[in-house]
């Protein structure tokens, strides 16, 4: 990595670190100690993603760049990682090194403060100063232009037309005064209601030059003339990011985090619905045998990789009917909607058994790890009446 670069990312304040395609580190600035999951593991040639657990199974995702090759899309980004109360977006980058060596650096840049410093800005400015007085109207016009630099806001009449926009309003949409001013605020941004109430926060959504959609948070603040409101400004802050939060939020409540599968809670949902319509199904429950050895012979790096390769397996497996599952630990949870009868369902087990078997963890290109699966499986309503009973028969079959 060159001189230019290091410095570029220390006054930026990014991390990095620099691994070969082997996941062995090869350099790390200091900042990066800060955001690791272990810093005693941080040295050179250490496994990058023993110490970032954001890396574990970016491996087909780094071949999938390598057969494109560098001169194509080489980066692979992660938006939103939080370590130490700050978001990151953390992207890996495939690069050629001087001496021709194919090389990846994983950089992790803060997310930016500026959405904090506009929400305190509203709350420090109280929102009488923006009503428009004779006798305080040169220090009320300072905080106005204060709050302009950093938010989009626009006036409107009391009949929702335009009479003032930004030049944060003019850069989102990249349009000229001229195409803005006189339209009816509608036009740019949607709504629930096409009315505007005086000091009232609503939601607005718009579509700006680039096509993307952002959110904003709509404070809405009367303009006066004596005692007679005249016209309102709209101070709008963008909470887009809140959005990509809060979906992420419930993301993780209904995803186990490691294979990306729905968990359980998911197929309780899914199994209450089924049996509400009295629709005839079978529940499938599946352990790894043996998963403890490969933990205490591999490691439980190995364990991980062991299960997030099952999980692309079964989803591989699994028909457009059937639903699957991880819950605690090695369990997994496959529910058979499209075919109940047992004869079936058991044909079916016997084909990804033998999949299984076809299909070993390339851990590293001298450990390959073979593993089985072992079933249990349970029927509705024929063999249970409620939920319960469903997980108790497939349990027992699954020991048996």
């Known amino acids: 990595m060159n001189t230019i670069t290091r410095l570029i990312c220390e006054k930026n304040r990014i991390s990095y670190i620099v691994f ?31 110490v970032m657990w954001e890396l574990i199974g970016i491996e087909e995702q780094i071949e999938q760049v390598l057969k494109r090759g560098l001169n194509k899309s080489t980066s692979i980004v992660f938006p ?27 950089y992790l ?24 007085d004779s006798q305080e109207r040169k220090q009320q016009q300072n905080n106005y232009e204060l709050i302009n630099k950093k938010l989009l806001n626009f006036n409107v009449d009391m009949d929702g037309y335009i009479t003032y926009v930004n030049s944060v309003f003019i850069d989102f949409f990249a349009l000229n005064d001229a195409s803005i001013l006189g339209k009816h605020f509608s036009h740019f941004f ?8 005086t000091s009232d926060t609503i939601i607005l959504n ?56 729905a968990n359980k809670t998911e197929l309780l949902k899914k199994i209450e619905d089924a049996m509400l319509t009295m629709q005839a199904f079978a529940l499938c429950c599946i352990d790894i045998k043996k998963l403890k050895q490969i933990n205490e012979e591999y490691g439980y790096h190995a364990g991980d990789m062991l299960l997030k390769h099952i999980a692309r397996i079964l989803q591989q ?3 457009k009917n059937d639903f699957i599952t991880r819950a605690d630990g090695d369990r997994f949870y496959i529910l058979f909607g499209s075919s109940s009868q047992k004869y079936l369902v058991e044909k079916r087990l016997q084909e990804l058994q033998e999949l299984v078997l076809k299909r070993p963890l390339v851990y590293t ?31 027992k079959r699954l020991y048996r």
């Open 206 to 261: 718009a579509i700006n030059y680039m096509q993307k959609s952002i959110s904003f948070h709509a404070s809405i603040i009367p303009r006066k003339k004596g005692s007679k409101i005249y016209e309102n400004t709209i101070i709008c802050q963008d909470i887009s990011y809140l959005k990509v939060v809060e979906e992420e939020l419930q993301y993780a409540a209904s995803h186990d985090s490691l294979t990306g599968l």
């Open 80 to 106: 939103m990682i939080y370590k130490n109360r700050c978001y990151y977006d953390l992207e890996v980058e495939l690069f050629e090194s001087e001496t021709r060596e194919t090389l990846c650096i994983v």
């Open 317 to 319: 497996f699994i028909r």
């Open 20 to 50: 070969d395609i082997h996941y062995k580190i090869i350099e790390f600035n200091a900042s990066v100690a800060n955001l690791v999951d272990d810093s005693t593991k941080l040295h050179e040639q250490a496994d990058v993603r023993d």
């Open 109 to 132: 840049s803060e997310k930016s403060q500026e959405t904090m410093t506009y929400i305190k800005t509203i709350q420090e400015i109280n929102k009488k100063t923006l009503i428009y």
């Open 190 to 197: 949607t709504t629930r209601s096409q009315k505007l109430q």
């Open 365 to 395: 290109q001298e450990d390959v790890i073979s593993f089985e699966l072992q079933f249990g499986l349970s029927y509705f309503p024929s063999e249970a009446k409620d939920i319960d009973e469903l997980f108790n028969v497939a349990h």
